[in-house]
C-alpha cells in the first residue's frame, strides 16, 4: 500500500535491446551495401562482367584460329628464281621452295642470268607476275651469297606466312652454301643449316619448379595491366558517386544522420566491393576457359599448342588481393576527395591529374620492372606506395622476393594508405557541403589540419 492508502503500480521498465553491432558499424554496413547493390544490379556493371570473359575468349581461341587460317598459299613455290651467283643456290632454292627431293619442283623456274642481265630478267618476270603466270620472283645476286639482302616482289609480298616460308629456305640454303664453302661436307652443310634450337625458359622458386617462364612473364604482366585498370576505373567511381551526390545536394541529408567520414568509408569499401567481385568473375571465367580450350579448338579441328597455367600458391594469391585491396583503398580516398573539393566537371578533370599521373608513372616504369624485376629500381618502385600496388605483384609472379622486401612494401603501403584516408575524410567532411569555387591548395590544407 501507498502512504497515501492507494494501491502503487511501478511501470513497467522499458527494455533495451541491445544490438550485436555498433551504431556505427550499422551506418557503415548500410552504406556500403547500398553503394555495391546500386552498381552491381546496373546493366553497365552486367555488360562489363559479360564482355570480361568474352574478351578473355576472343584472346584464348582467336589467335589460334587465325593462326590455322594463316598458312602459307599452296602456290607459294610458284616463283621465278633470277639466279646471278654462277652457283647451285638457285636450284637449291627451287627444290626446298618445292618441298626437298621428294616435293614438286616444276613450279619453281630458275633463270640463270649474268649481273648485267638481271633488269632484264626483272622486267620479264614482272610482265609474267601481271598476267598471272606466277607468283612473283626472287633475284639472287653476289649480295646475297654474303648474307646481305635479297629482292622478292610479288603479289604475295604482303602474306606473312609465304614470306616466312621464302626466306626461312633462302636463309638455309644460303648458310649451307657458306659452309661448303668453309670446306664443310654438303650432307654436314644442310643438317647445320637446317638446326633451329629452341630455349625454353623454366622458372625456379623456392616450392621447385614455377612453370614456363615466359607464361610466368605473360601473367605478371596481366596481373599489372588488369590491377592498374581496375584500380582507375573504380577510382574514378569513387570520384563521380561524390560529385553526383553533391550536385544534386543528396549529400546534405545524408550527413544528417551519418557522418562524413562513415559515408566516405561506405562508399569506398561499396564501390571496392564491386570491382573484387568483378575480378574474381573475370579470374573464375577465366579459369574456366582455359580449361575448355584444348576441347573446343579440337572441335574445329585446331590443335592448340601445350600451356600451363603458372603455378599460384594461396599466400601468393592473398598477396595479389591485399595489394590490390591497399591500392584500391588509398588511390580511392584520393579520388573522393577531389570529388569533394570540386563542383563541375571541368574542374574535376583538372584537380584529378596529380592523383591520375601517380597511377600512370606505375606503367611508365613497368618496362624497367620487367626487365630486371629483382634490380634496384624495381624494389625501389615496389616501395614507393603509389606504385607499390603495380609493381610488387609483377615482382611476385617474376622472381623470388624475400620476405622482407614484400613486409616493407606492404609496411609503407599501409602506413600511407592510412594517411590518405585520414586527410581524405577531413577534406570530405568539409569540401562536400561546400559549392562554388574551387579552393586553393592552402585552403585544402587547413582543412586537414584544423577540421574537426
Excluded at 647451285?88 to 649481273?115: F, K, W, Y
Excluded at 592523383?355 to 625501389?380: H, K, W, Y
Amino acid at each position: 500500500m501507498s502512504p497515501t492508502g492507494l494501491d502503487y503500480i511501478s511501470p513497467a521498465r522499458p527494455r533495451t535491446i541491445v544490438s550485436p553491432c555498433p551504431p556505427l558499424m550499422r551506418k557503415l554496413w548500410t552504406v556500403t551495401k547500398r553503394e555495391y547493390l546500386e552498381r552491381v544490379r546496373s546493366r553497365w556493371f552486367l555488360i562489363a562482367t559479360i564482355f570480361g570473359p568474352l574478351l578473355f575468349g576472343g584472346l584464348m581461341f582467336l589467335p589460334a584460329w587465325f593462326a590455322s587460317r594463316s598458312k602459307e598459299s599452296a602456290d607459294v613455290s610458284r616463283v621465278r628464281v633470277i639466279d646471278a651467283t654462277g652457283t647451285e643456290v638457285g636450284r637449291r632454292i627451287a627444290s626446298e621452295l618445292g618441298g626437298g627431293l621428294t616435293g614438286d619442283t616444276t613450279r619453281t623456274r630458275v633463270i640463270a642470268v649474268a649481273p648485267n642481265e638481271i633488269a632484264h630478267a626483272e622486267s620479264l618476270a614482272t610482265a609474267a607476275v601481271l598476267q598471272k603466270e606466277i607468283r612473283g620472283y626472287l633475284v639472287l645476286d653476289d649480295d646475297a651469297l654474303q648474307g646481305l639482302d635479297i629482292r622478292y616482289a610479288g603479289t604475295n609480298a604482303t602474306a606473312l606466312a609465304d614470306m616466312n616460308r621464302i626466306e626461312s629456305v633462302v636463309r638455309k640454303v644460303i648458310v649451307a652454301h657458306r659452309l661448303e664453302s668453309a670446306g664443310v661436307s654438303a650432307a654436314d652443310a644442310t643438317t647445320l643449316a637446317r638446326l633451329n634450337p629452341q630455349v625454353r625458359a623454366e622458372r625456379l622458386t623456392a616450392t621447385g619448379r614455377g612453370g614456363s617462364g615466359r607464361v610466368n612473364l605473360l601473367f605478371a604482366i596481366t596481373v599489372a595491366m588488369l590491377l592498374y585498370t581496375t584500380i582507375f576505373i573504380y577510382g574514378q567511381n569513387v570520384l563521380r558517386g561524390v560529385m553526383e551526390e553533391k550536385q544534386s545536394r543528396v549529400a546534405e541529408v545524408v550527413v544528417s544522420s551519418v557522418s562524413p567520414g562513415t559515408l566516405l568509408a561506405g562508399k569506398v569499401l561499396g564501390v571496392g566491393a564491386v570491382g573484387l567481385t568483378q575480378m574474381l568473375v573475370w579470374m573464375g571465367s577465366s579459369i574456366v576457359l582455359f580449361r575448355l580450350r584444348g576441347p573446343i579448338l579440337a572441335k574445329f579441328g585446331i590443335t592448340s599448342m601445350p600451356f600451363q597455367l603458372p603455378s599460384i600458391t594461396p599466400g601468393m594469391l592473398g598477396l595479389l588481393l591485399l595489394f590490390f585491396v591497399l591500392g584500391y583503398v588509398l588511390y580511392s580516398a584520393m579520388f573522393a576527395a577531389v570529388g569533394a573539393m570540386v563542383s563541375t566537371e571541368q574542374d574535376a578533370q583538372q584537380a584529378q591529374m596529380p592523383v591520375v599521373m601517380l597511377l600512370v608513372m606505375s606503367v611508365m616504369f613497368l618496362q624497367t620492372a620487367i626487365s630486371e624485376p629483382d634490380g634496384r629500381m624495381a624494389t625501389n618502385l615496389s616501395w614507393l606506395p603509389f606504385s607499390a600496388p603495380i609493381v610488387m605483384p609483377l615482382r611476385l609472379a617474376t622472381v623470388n622476393v624475400p620476405a622482407w622486401d614484400i613486409f616493407t612494401s606492404l609496411a609503407i603501403l599501409a602506413a600511407t594508405c592510412y594517411l590518405c584516408v585520414y586527410a581524405a575524410a577531413r577534406i570530405y567532411r568539409t569540401g562536400l557541403l561546400l559549392y562554388g569555387k574551387r579552393p586553393s591548395f592552402l585552403e585544402v590544407m587547413r582543412w586537414v589540419v584544423r577540421s574537426r
